[in-house]
């Protein structure tokens, strides 16, 4: 009995060692092989199937980290000027929070790499999707006004389908998201604040500027601003279509609005105590500016040029001060504004009410005005 039982351990012990070198078939796992065979056809059938009906597409993989909102300017749509793009970029960011996406941001219709000029601060975005052989991704352009009436009432989730969605706009839908209760719990941190304020908050939590674009915003402050007593006036005046930029679509500033501005900033005649930045789409006015402030006068100099309508000019230092210009509108102890996006975007994220004030688009004059009330006093979607 004993040699009996000293045979039947080794026996057992003999085949435990043979499985484990898989000399003997491993009959557990069979059910686990016959699952990844039928895994790998299915995968085989999904590649096929892509490969037929969208043969210069790539496939992603459709797992949560693979879910992408890309804001996505390439020349091949009008997507704005700069401040155009960023009205974009905050709905195309609040939108991916709201669909749980990784948000991205490609402008590829400059002739320079956007992160050379301002770079990701909080948030991430400078991202290409990780993809495997190829793409499933839809474009969605929202820049009709349907889209605008209908943004509070919509679900994002059917609207964006696929893994990767390319996504451009530029008007303002923060009011209309504001308004959508498919999302309160999502968006309950929009709920005190205003329009102005969410811009900012977003804004400030996407971008920084890159290095030699914050070299020239220390220069430049270093001379607006030479000793704590010194403040730093600023106006900004778009005239549209003009001289210096005639190809844009209409003319928004008059030289009778001008002449106020002039008297406007004459109220801060003081050298001992004011620096002056005047920026302006026209040569003429900012030549016109240092004539009459030439004590105080503080430049970020550079090409004057719009962030769209000079797109193809292969002149990247353009682009770098228009963004530069608008960081130092965001930072002025007073600020005038005009019709114009960019100085609107500024005086949001810049976010006083004190020593605030808007050249009015009916030719009156200035006013003092508040970031809040902007949009409707200028009588704009965005």
Not at 169 to 189: A, E
Not at 250 to 264: A, G, M, P, T, Y
Not at 314 to 320: H, L, N, T, W
């Amino acid at each position: 009995m004993k040699i009996k039982r000293v045979m039947m351990a080794v026996s057992v012990c003999l085949c435990v060692l043979l499985i484990s070198f898989n000399i003997f078939p491993n009959v557990w796992n069979t059910e686990n092989n016959t699952n990844n065979d039928k895994q790998v056809k299915r995968e085989q059938d999904l590649n096929m199937y892509f490969r037929q009906n969208f043969p210069d597409k790539q496939i992603v993989e459709t797992n949560s980290t693979s879910r992408y909102l890309i804001y996505h300017c390439d020349g091949s749509g009008t997507c704005g000027g700069w401040t155009d793009r960023l009205r974009g970029v905050v709905t195309g960011y609040i939108l991916s929070t709201l669909t749980n996406r990784k948000f991205g941001i490609q402008i590829t219709d400059i002739p320079c790499n956007l992160s050379s000029i301002i770079q990701p601060n909080i948030i991430n975005w400078d991202i290409n999707p990780v993809l495997k052989k190829s793409s499933i991704s839809n474009h969605f352009y929202a820049g009709s006004t349907k889209f605008y009436s209908t943004i509070k009432d919509m679900d994002f989730n059917v609207e964006f389908k696929k893994p990767i969605v390319y996504f451009r706009t530029n008007l303002d839908y923060v009011d209309g998201l504001k308004q959508n209760k498919l999302y309160n719990t999502q968006l309950s941190w929009m709920k005190h604040l205003s329009r102005d304020q969410v811009y900012a908050k977003i804004v400030k939590e996407l971008f920084t500027l890159a290095p030699d674009s914050q070299k020239l915003m220390n220069t430049f402050m270093e001379t607006a601003l030479p000793s704590e007593k010194h403040k730093l006036v600023c106006a900004h005046v778009r005239r549209g279509r003009n001289p210096t930029i005639p190809n844009d679509s209409q003319v928004r500033v008059s030289d009778e609005d001008v002449l106020h501005v002039w008297k406007f900033l004459r109220h801060y005649n003081n050298p001992d105590i004011y620096r002056i930045f005047f920026t302006s789409d026209s040569d003429s006015d900012v030549t016109r500016a240092r004539i009459l402030f030439p004590d105080q006068m503080v430049e970020n100099k550079g090409q004057v040029i719009h962030f769209d309508k000079a797109r193809h000019q292969k002149d990247c230092e353009g682009f770098r001060k228009v963004v530069v210009d608008q960081q130092i509108l965001m930072k002025c102890d007073v600020l005038m504004i005009s019709f114009s996006g960019f100085s609107r975007m500024a005086a949001y994220v810049r976010g006083k009410n004190k020593d605030t004030f808007c050249l009015l688009r009916n030719h009156t004059g200035i006013i003092p005005c508040k970031p809040s009330t902007m949009k409707e006093l200028y009588h704009v979607m965005g």
